[in-house]
């Protein structure tokens, strides 16, 4: 398993944009793949968007696709650029890590999850 911190949550008006961060520590493969969640007030977590690893392929929930950006650089920070937001949008996030991809590949087993990060979107 590998270590992960997210950062970058707060308040921001319904149209605005947020990143948050993932660092990641520990032994990483080429093969891990990365993935951000979602918990709102009263839902169950939902899936959000992930990355490979390398960083150069994406998948997105049909809710966020064209409004949020997955990416990683070269420090092992994972990111997701959050633009457009909606007052639906409000949530725990969180960032997790797979150590292999899954039949799916972005469906993997994440066994390594961040405590979460607030966002909050006012309308």
């Known amino acids: 398993q590998v270590q992960l911190v997210e950062s970058g949550g707060g308040l921001v008006q319904a149209g605005g944009s947020l990143r948050l961060s993932c660092a990641v520590s520990?032994?990483?493969?080429?093969?891990?793949?990365m993935g951000w969640f979602r918990q709102g007030p009263g839902k169950e977590r939902e899936y959000v968007a992930a990355l490979t690893w390398s960083g150069t392929i994406t998948n997105y929930a049909d809710s966020v696709k064209g409004r949020f950006t997955i990416s990683k650089d070269a420090k092992n920070t994972v990111y997701l650029q959050m633009n457009s937001l909606k007052p639906e949008d409000r949530a725990v996030y969180y960032c997790a890590a797979a150590p292999s991809y899954g039949r799916i590949w972005y469906k993997p087993d994440f066994d390594s999850w961040g405590q979460g990060t607030q966002v909050t979107v006012s309308s």
């Open positions: 520990g032994r990483t493969f080429s093969s891990h793949v």
